[in-house]
């Protein structure tokens, strides 16, 4: 039989509740699909980080970069600032493992309810591919007072470097700025994920989301970049549509989409509204993919510290991460398996958990979901 060890890390809040949901699930496809996953638990989070004063540190990001997939719940917690745990360890094992793709379906399921009027499951069914390692995501940024400053800002990663030295001077009293940065090399690997996921996944259509209307630098290129990458796509169609516009064309007329390829930060953005119009955040799985390397599942959703230890979230956005999880370590099948137990237990509609007008727990969920699986 074989073994996945797959590192996990519940986080804070909810964490560790939805994503024991998760395990459930998962074990529960080991078992019918006859492999065993290993699962190995490391602490990270707010109360180590308040324990020891450690985020994320270099010898377990090497040690988990041995890994194929991580399992990750969800971080934030009210005791830390905000921002130091997302950055200080969500991020970084983004950008550590290069985890360039962020994956995040859109699919409303039979029986769940979307506050679209007059939309359905076949409507809104498609896919978010976010860039996940560079844009304004890569923290280079300064604030200067008035008068002459010289800044250094240098983009350090693996593959490549970029330095900046900023030179302003100002009779502002304050001015802060904060760079994008795209690269070639970066827009055409994730253009290419794109449409190698639309023929993986016979979907016909790619749509570019930027805004080269107005910040022509970055997503000039990028849209230049994506036009060439499709010309080596004869059989998928191609159409941009600029940031704004998809915001009104993602609640108007979502059934244009099919898979929406996007710079990080407006893919973070459209992300959280599509997961309201496929039911809500309990319904949003992601996952962050280096397709050569370590990739990571994590629901879209936060730790929600409110519900924390209340067995009252929806851990179906878990479940389907986890179900993502199997496609990316190989087992597609096991994967297809998973998401079809929770079409069926979603369309039954006997196990509702608070968000959709239920009561169940979260616990509730996972094991009808998981003895579907045993069912099916
Ligand atoms: C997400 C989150 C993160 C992001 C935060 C927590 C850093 O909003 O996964 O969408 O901005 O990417
Ligand atoms: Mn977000």
Same mark, same amino acid.
């Given at each position: 039989?074989? =073994?996945?060890?797959?590192?996990?890390?519940?986080?804070? +809040?909810?964490?560790?509740?939805?994503?024991?949901?998760?395990?459930?699930?998962?074990?529960?496809?080991?078992?019918?699909?006859?492999?065993?996953?290993?699962?190995?638990?490391?602490?990270?989070?707010?109360?180590?980080?308040? &324990?020891?004063?450690?985020?994320?540190?270099?010898?377990?990001?090497?040690?988990?970069?041995?890994?194929?997939?991580?399992?990750?719940?969800?971080?934030?917690?009210?005791?830390?600032? @905000?921002?130091?745990?997302?950055?200080?360890?969500?991020?970084?094992?983004?950008? %550590?493992?290069?985890?360039?793709?962020?994956?995040? @379906?859109?699919?409303?399921?039979?029986?769940?309810?979307?506050?679209? &009027?007059?939309?359905?499951?076949?409507?809104? /069914?498609?896919?978010?591919?976010?860039? !996940? =390692?560079? #844009?304004?995501?890569?923290?280079?940024?300064?604030?200067?007072?008035?008068?002459?400053?010289?800044?250094?800002?240098?983009?350090? $990663?693996?593959?490549? /470097?970029?330095?900046?030295?900023?030179?302003?001077?100002? #009779?502002?009293?304050?001015?802060?700025?904060?760079?994008?940065?795209?690269? $070639?090399? +970066?827009? &055409?690997?994730?253009?290419?994920?794109?449409?190698? %996921?639309?023929?993986?996944?016979?979907?016909?259509?790619?749509?570019?989301?930027?805004?080269?209307?107005?910040?022509?630098?970055?997503?000039?290129?990028?849209?230049?970049?994506?036009?060439?990458?499709?010309?080596?796509?004869?059989?998928? #169609?191609?159409?941009?549509?600029?940031? #704004?516009?998809?915001?009104?064309?993602?609640?108007? !007329?979502?059934?244009? %989409?099919?898979?929406?390829?996007?710079?990080?930060?407006?893919?973070?953005?459209?992300?959280?509204?599509?997961?309201?119009?496929?039911?809500?955040?309990?319904?949003?799985?992601?996952?962050?993919?280096?397709?050569?390397? =370590?990739?990571?599942?994590?629901?879209?959703? *936060?730790?929600?510290?409110?519900?924390? *230890?209340? /067995? $009252?979230?929806?851990?179906?956005?878990?479940?389907?991460?986890?179900?993502?999880?199997?496609?990316?370590?190989?087992?597609?099948?096991?994967?297809?398996?998973?998401?079809?137990?929770?079409?069926?237990?979603?369309?039954?509609?006997?196990?509702?958990?608070?968000?959709?007008?239920?009561?169940? *727990?979260?616990?509730?969920?996972?094991?009808?979901?998981?003895?579907?699986?045993?069912?099916?």
């Amino acid at each position: 039989m074989t =073994t996945h060890k797959i590192p996990v890390i519940p986080g804070d +809040g909810i964490g560790a509740e939805i994503i024991e949901e998760g395990r459930k699930v998962i074990d529960a496809v080991s078992e019918v699909d006859g492999f065993e996953v290993e699962w190995i638990e490391y602490p990270h989070g707010a109360d180590h980080y308040l &324990k020891t004063g450690e985020l994320i540190g270099e010898d377990t990001l090497k040690e988990l970069k041995k890994y194929k997939a991580i399992y990750l719940g969800a971080l934030g917690d009210d005791r830390v600032e @905000p921002g130091i745990l997302e950055l200080g360890i969500l991020l970084r094992l983004r950008f %550590y493992m290069d985890q360039y793709v962020n994956l995040r @379906p859109v699919k409303l399921y039979e029986g769940v309810e979307t506050p679209l &009027k007059n939309k359905t499951s076949k409507d809104i /069914n498609f896919t978010v591919v976010r860039e !996940n =390692t560079e #844009d304004f995501y890569v923290g280079l940024g300064a604030k200067v007072d008035k008068g002459k400053s010289h800044t250094k800002l240098d983009l350090i $990663r693996e593959t490549y /470097n970029v330095k900046f030295g900023i030179d302003v001077e100002t #009779d502002a009293d304050e001015v802060a700025f904060q760079l994008g940065v795209l690269t $070639r090399r +970066g827009i &055409k690997r994730i253009v290419k994920y794109a449409f190698d %996921y639309a023929v993986d996944h016979n979907r016909t259509k790619v749509t570019s989301v930027d805004k080269a209307n107005v910040i022509t630098h970055m997503y000039g290129m990028w849209r230049k970049i994506f036009s060439e990458v499709a010309q080596e796509y004869t059989r998928i #169609d191609t159409d941009f549509t600029f940031v #704004d516009a998809t915001n009104m064309w993602f609640v108007k !007329n979502p059934e244009w %989409y099919q898979v929406a390829v996007t710079p990080n930060l407006f893919g973070d953005v459209i992300s959280d509204l599509g997961a309201m119009i496929q039911g809500g955040l309990g319904f949003a799985a992601g996952g962050n993919i280096n397709p050569e390397g =370590t990739s990571m599942f994590e629901p879209i959703h *936060g730790s929600a510290p409110k519900y924390k *230890g209340m /067995n $009252r979230a929806n851990p179906i956005a878990t479940i389907l991460s986890g179900g993502l999880l199997l496609e990316d370590i190989g087992l597609r099948n096991s994967a297809d398996k998973l998401e079809q137990a929770v079409i069926e237990v979603l369309k039954e509609g006997k196990v509702k958990t608070y968000d959709i007008g239920g009561k169940a *727990g979260t616990s509730d969920m996972g094991d009808a979901i998981a003895t579907k699986v045993k069912g099916l």
